[in-house]
């Protein structure tokens, strides 16, 4: 993932605009349960339930 280094703060590293709209995306679509666009997207993993 690519980040941008400010002029006025180049200690702290920001995501373009387009990157964080792009995860809000990906987010949105991983609540719906979207899989497919997931796999577009990169490896979808599912979780399982807490050993006791």
């Known amino acids: ?3 941008v280094y400010p ?3 180049p200690s702290e ?3 373009e ?3 964080v709209r ?3 995306e990906v987010s949105r679509r991983a609540e719906a ?3 497919e666009f997931l796999r ?3 490896r979808v993993f599912q ?3 807490d050993r006791e």
């Open 13 to 15: 590293a920001c995501l």
């Open 22 to 24: 792009w995860l809000d």
């Open 1 to 3: 993932m690519e980040v």
């Open 40 to 42: 577009t997207a990169g």
């Open 7 to 9: 002029v006025d703060c």
């Open 33 to 35: 349960g979207d899989v």
């Open 47 to 49: 979780a399982v339930g």
């Open 17 to 19: 605009p387009s990157t």
